[in-house]
């Protein structure tokens, strides 16, 4: 037998093939890719509030901007996740808009 290969990362429940689907009825992989990446970091205790910008889910997964857009639209009016923006200082240095993604613990349980 050969080795075994070891897989870290995200999994996505083949169920949520079937419940995050976009209109045409297709899976959205999009939005599933970004769920499962945000569930992974509550379970591990990060906290329901992330500060992760679109460019994030770019880089780590090779999406489109328009796609992780559109995708956290989709979670947002699921009402899985919510985007709020805020300014935030670092060494007496504000940024504007910075993206904060709040999941809905709650909805996420009843729904999955």
């Not at 075994?4 to 999009?30: A, C, F, L």
Request: charged residues 30%; hydrophobic residues 35%.
């Amino acid at each position: 037998m050969g080795k075994k290969i070891t897989v870290n990362g995200n999994m996505v429940p083949k169920s949520w093939y079937h419940k995050i689907i976009r209109e045409n009825k297709k899976p959205d992989q999009v939005a599933a890719t970004i769920l499962a990446d945000l569930l992974t970091k509550y379970n591990a205790g990060e906290g329901t509030e992330f500060q992760l910008g679109y460019k994030y889910f770019i880089q780590e997964y090779n999406f489109t901007r328009t796609q992780v857009r559109d995708a956290l639209v989709r979670l947002e009016k699921s009402y899985l996740l919510r985007r709020e923006y805020r300014t935030i200082k670092v060494s007496d240095r504000k940024f504007n808009n910075e993206v904060f993604l709040i999941l809905n613990s709650k909805n996420l349980r009843n729904t999955f």
